[in-house]
Nanobody
């Protein structure tokens, strides 16, 4: 079993910054991909940013140029630096990871962390 624990959410004013962290622990042989999704009230959960073990990144058009995803592979941790935050970035942010157990891949989700952008 693998656990993903997010931290770093909170309340920030428009134009401000936050840094989210997600640490994976448990039965991990390797992690091929880690990413962040978000879900606003009444909306579906959408991809924000993802990063593969090979260094390939993928960003939602709405956050390109403002958010940066990075990873500390040695600590199985992924970060999301969020700058120039807007009220429409308000959502619960979820960490996601594709983990290889040694025999097959599993997909895991974190519990979510609330990000609120408001003056």
């Amino acid at each position: 079993q693998v656990q993903l624990v997010e931290s770093g959410g909170g309340l920030v004013q428009p134009g401000g910054s936050l840094r989210l962290s997600c640490a994976a622990s448990g039965s991990i042989f390797s992690i091929s991909r880690m990413g962040w999704y978000r879900q606003a009230p009444g909306k579906q959960r959408d991809l924000v940013a993802a990063l593969t073990s090979g260094g390939t990144t993928n960003y939602s058009d709405s956050v390109k140029g403002r958010f940066t995803i990075s990873r500390d592979s040695a600590k199985n941790t992924v970060f999301l630096q969020m700058n120039s935050l807007k009220p429409e970035d308000t959502a619960v942010y979820y960490c996601n990871a594709d983990v290889y157990s040694g025999s097959r891949y599993y997909n895991y989700w974190g519990q979510g962390t609330q990000v609120t952008v408001s003056s």
